[in-house]
């Protein structure tokens, strides 16, 4: 699997290990990013910050393509990760927006019942990780494709 049906395809199965080379991938590209923004502005000062406004629109301009770049290839290597686990991509909301809707319900609710939300986002936030990240796919072929570890076990060492 190359890195472009990896990161942006929809279609297909990942196994864990390719889950978590994802994340660590958007990690490393974030840790760049902003540390590129920093040494380029010249650190936090902000009366120098003022001054370089094409820099800054130019900053953000790729922060958003960046954005919208990382929102899609998680959802997508989310959804990949899902099919591994023999369940429907459409799981990828509950993991995605759950979470920030209950707390958002929690932020807005009164004290007795905002904590049952935070709780639920927390329990539900949890949950994504487990399934995601440390649960084993299905064994052998399921509806959305071959057994990634199954193409490993096949593949001749040299």
């Not at 629109?57 to 959802?75: F, M, N, P, Q």
């Not at 007795?112 to 487990?130: E, R």
Request: charged share 10%; aromatic share 14%.
């Amino acid at each position: 699997m190359d890195w472009t049906t990896l990161l942006f395809s929809f279609n297909g199965r990942i196994n864990r290990g390719k889950y978590w080379l994802a994340i660590l991938l958007y990690t490393v590209i974030w840790i760049a990013f902003i540390a590129a923004a920093v040494m380029w502005l010249g650190g936090f000062d902000t009366d120098r910050l003022f001054s370089m406004v094409g820099a800054v629109i130019l900053l953000w301009l790729a922060g958003i393509i960046l954005v919208i770049a990382a929102t899609w290839s998680g959802i997508a290597t989310g959804i990949k990760r899902l099919h591994d686990r023999g369940k429907s991509g459409w799981w990828i909301l509950v993991f995605w927006l759950g979470p920030s809707v209950l707390s958002g319900i929690g932020s807005t609710s009164a004290e007795s019942t905002s904590f049952v939300f935070h709780i639920a986002s927390f329990v539900v936030a949890i949950w994504a990780i487990v399934e995601l990240g440390f649960l084993r796919g299905t064994a052998g072929p399921n509806e959305y494709g071959p057994d990634p570890l199954s193409e490993l076990a096949t593949v001749p060492r040299v």
